[in-house]
Structures are given as C-alpha cells and as structure tokens.
C-alpha cells in the first residue's frame, strides 16, 4: 500500500532530522540545508497522509461503534485502564475514531481497580485510576456499570473511591469487591436497584453490614468467614450461591433462607459439626461439594433434600467409605432425576462402579 511507504519513509526522515540536529556539525551551511530538505519532504509526505482516504473512516459510525465493543471483554468482565488492550487506545488513532470512541456509552461502562503497594509497573497509580474512572464513568451515560475493585489499603482506597464513584451505585449491575470490608458507598447506604450479582471477599470487619436495597440480586459469591458472618443479604430472592472457605454453621444458617436457589456451590473449610435437621432446596438444580481436605464431611451429603437436582458435582470424600450405599439413600430420599454426576477424587476402579449401580443417570464424570 502507498500509505504504507510514506509512513516508513515518514519515520526514516524522523530520524535523519534527528542524528543530524545532534550532531556537533549541525550549524554548519550543508548541514543546515539538509535539514531543511529534509523537513520539506516530511511535510510534503505528511500532507499526503493528511489527504488519505482510509477505507475504514468511510464506515457508519454506529457500525464503527460496534466493531469498538467487541474489541473488549465480553460484559461484565473489564478490559484493563491503560495500554493496547484498552479502550482509550481507540481514542489515539485518530479525530473521528476518538469521536465515535467517546460517544459510545458500552466502551466505558465496565471498570476495574486494582492496586498494591508492591506492584507490576504497568499497574496505574491511585491518582492515575481516580481520574481514569471518574472519566470512564461519566462517558458510560446511563448505561449498567460492572465495578470490580480489588484495593486492601484504606488510604489508597479514600484515593479512588470518589464522589463521582459512590453517586453511580444506582447503576451498578455487577460488583465485586475484594480485599475490603467497609467503604464509604457501604456507609451512606446507596441503593442499588440494578445491581444483579456481587461478589464479597472480605479479609477484616468489625461491624455487620446490611446490604442496601438491591431487588434484582440474584447470584452472589462470598470468600472467606468474614464475608459470610457480616454480611447481612436478601438471602431468600438468590437463585445462584457460591459460598467459598466457610464453615458448615455459616453455610446451613444462610442456605435455610436461600430458599429459591437454583445453583449452589460449596467450599467447606470446616465440617466438624453437621446440621441436626434437614435442608430443603425445593427448586435447586446444580449443587458442587468440596472441602478442604482432609475434613470429615462423610455425612454431609444425607442433610440435603434437593428434588429438582439434576446436576451433582462432589469430592468422594462426602461420600465416606462406602460411596454407592451413602449415594443411594440421598437419590431416594430426594426423589430427584439426577441427570449428570461428577466425582472428584475417586479411583478408576471404584469410578466403574457407578454406572452399574445408577444406570438410571445419563453421565458420571470423575476428576482426579
């Protein structure tokens, strides 16, 4: 492409104009004569440039528009704040690329701020993330946001969690907060009526925190004792639950009022003691059981009554010694269809066994 040589051509005249500026017989007459041969074949070769018509530029600006939003992560996930693989590089291309970039909404809605005292040079500053986000939030418009904020230290945190951020609370749609226990948006209550699933990995708290009216809350994801023991949720409209490295007393005490859950995932860090009374799921589909092992979680599995499951996901372990005499009793008592089954940890001789015993379900699976 023709295009193409005057930008190399335009690059190699860049560099001769600047060994021959630094050069020590740069005042002289020939060097200055060349100098300025050269500067005029630079701006003759940009003016050309100038007046190129790229293909690209004479597509719609709404089509333009949406080529831009698939160059991103697909939504919720954020691309990152500064380099190629973000959406402020589109602005540098050029005018009209900028303009379409800046008046499309969907390229700045998803944000994502992580920081670390010892971190990747390539990590922007608070300072540098404040001004990054407050921008980014005020070209989304009225779209949802997705806000992922991963920021252990509280001075940082009083940094980058501005006005502008805290105010946009009523559009956010995914949210994620790791490494935090209390901020300033958790303080003043803000409401969140778009808000559909959150995710909690708190390291500290000393205070229980009463999650402010989100009524389209429907998937949640909570790491750790804290998250689990200070967070107040409305626990009865979830239909998805993730509940990682808690104990089986947090777990039964939330899922007796997670009532309408559809899919659960449990990590058991501790399961010592075992729920007296049973617990119904009437409407769940999907449950996966691990633990951090070695835990004595054989007899776990006997305390839940799901018959809608169809999906089973579980370390053998929950199963005891004997797998297939533990794994009846809770097909029967639930009456459910099991459709697939997936063993984590079972040998391949045992592995074999299943599909004699249960011929009725479609798939066993078994991970090592």
């Not at 778009?194 to 999650?211: A, G, I, M, P, W």
Request: hydrophobic content about 45%; some cysteine.
């Amino acid at each position: 492409m023709e295009a193409d040589g005057d930008r190399v051509r335009l690059l190699d005249l860049e560099t001769r104009i600047l060994d021959l500026e630094r050069s020590p017989l740069r005042t002289t007459l020939r060097s200055l004569k060349g100098i300025s041969y050269l500067r005029a074949e630079q701006a003759l070769l940009q003016k050309q440039l100038d007046a190129y018509k790229y293909p690209v530029l004479t597509l719609p600006n709404e089509l333009t528009s949406e080529f831009f939003i698939h160059l991103l992560p697909i939504y919720p996930a954020a691309p990152p704040l500064t380099g190629l693989a973000s959406p402020i590089t589109l602005t540098h291309v050029c005018r009209q690329w900028r303009e379409v970039a800046l008046a499309t909404p969907a390229l700045w809605r998803a944000i994502r701020l992580h920081y670390r005292y010892q971190h990747e040079m390539y990590i922007p500053s608070p300072f540098k993330q404040m001004n990054i986000s407050d921008a980014w939030i005020r070209r989304s418009g009225s779209c949802s946001l997705s806000i992922d904020i991963n920021i252990p230290h509280s001075d940082v945190m009083r940094q980058i969690f501005t006005e502008t951020l805290t105010m946009s609370a009523t559009r956010w749609e995914h949210l994620t907060l790791h490494g935090v226990a209390l901020l300033p948006f958790l303080k003043t209550g803000h409401p969140m009526p778009l808000l559909r699933s959150l995710e909690l990995k708190l390291q500290f708290s000393h205070d229980v925190f009463t999650f402010p009216d989100a009524p389209q809350l429907c998937t949640v994801f909570l790491t750790g004792l804290v998250a689990c023991s200070k967070v107040n949720l409305p626990w009865t409209q979830l239909t998805c639950l993730t509940l990682r490295y808690v104990g089986i007393h947090q777990c039964v005490s939330i899922l007796r009022q997670a009532t309408n859950l559809v899919r659960c995932t449990l990590h058991l860090h501790s399961a010592s003691d075992f729920p007296e009374s049973e617990l119904t799921l009437p409407f769940l589909k999907f449950l996966a059981l691990e633990a951090t092992t070695p835990l004595p979680a054989a007899g776990l599995l006997s305390f839940f009554v799901v018959p809608s499951l169809q999906r089973l996901e579980l370390q053998e372990i929950f199963l005891g010694a004997e797998p297939i005499p533990a794994l009846e009793p809770f097909i029967a008592k639930s009456e459910c269809r099991l459709e697939e089954v997936c063993i984590i940890g079972s040998t391949a001789t045992r592995a074999e066994r299943y599909p004699l015993a249960f011929p009725s379900i479609r798939v066993f699976h078994r991970l090592e």
